[in-house]
């Protein structure tokens, strides 16, 4: 199994708190993604890094931040939490761009209440 | 933005049964793959495709991209309830270093 870790692995905040999530790698890999996941929508794009300080947006970014200070990190933070954040949030890694393997972690379910 | 649409969104069939499921874009792709996902899990890739018309078999499963690089289907014969879980497309995109996923088809296979 690739080596990716997400924490927490669950997480219930209250409305207008600041959440950070975690993802960690011991792959060395360039790419790394956030998703989240909610029924009917499949795997939503929040943030992608391409590199040290390198990030860009994805489709479903408002309300969400990302750093990667380091190859092997990448934190996404959820400004002030709003209930429609309540989903499943998945980390990705992979060696190359879009038309390689990605790995992906276990998943943080978060509850925002 | 790229969008990819799954077909069904839902299935259910019995064990020894063959289906098919579908990924459709319209754009083309320069790649796409297939992902199986399991509950509590993250997805985990089953298959990449990359030339137009390319057929690419895995025990039971076949997959195949079209000529025009827009769409894939997933073919499986004789299911059987480990097949059970959610299968996801995902595109990759000239000149886009994201990876964009489909809707997923869940798919249930009854002993």
């Known amino acids: 199994d690739a080596g990716i870790t997400q924490s927490p692995r669950h997480k219930v905040t209250e409305t207008g708190t600041p959440v950070t999530l975690r993802c960690h790698q011991t792959e060395n890999h360039r790419y790394m993604y956030w998703y989240r996941q909610d029924p009917g929508h499949g795997l939503r794009l929040i943030h992608y890094s391409y590199g040290v300080k390198d990030t860009d947006k994805g489709e479903v970014s408002d309300g969400y931040s990302v750093s990667r200070s380091k190859t092997e990190d990448f934190l996404l933070t959820l400004e002030s939490a709003t209930s429609s954040q309540t989903s499943v949030y998945f980390c990705?890694?992979?060696?190359?761009?879009?038309?390689?393997?990605?790995?992906f972690g276990q998943g943080t379910r978060l509850t925002v209440v | 933005t790229q969008l990819l649409e799954q077909s069904p969104q839902f299935l259910s069939i019995q064990e020894g049964e063959n289906l098919t499921v579908y990924c459709n874009s319209s754009?083309?792709?320069?790649?796409l793959q297939w992902y199986r996902q399991e509950p509590g899990e993250g997805p985990v890739l089953l298959v990449t495709v990359v030339t137009g018309g390319e057929v690419k078999k895995l025990k039971r499963l076949t997959f195949q991209f079209g000529d025009a690089r827009k769409d894939s289907s997933l073919h499986i014969t004789a299911a059987q309830p480990g097949d059970t879980g959610l299968y996801l497309c995902?595109?990759?995109?000239?000149?886009?270093?994201?990876?964009?996923f489909g809707t997923g088809t869940r798919l249930t296979i009854i002993p």
């Open positions: 990705a890694i992979s060696e190359l761009a879009a038309n390689t393997e990605a790995f």
């Open positions: 995902a595109g990759g995109f000239f000149g886009n270093e994201k990876l964009t």
């Open positions: 754009s083309v792709f320069s790649s």
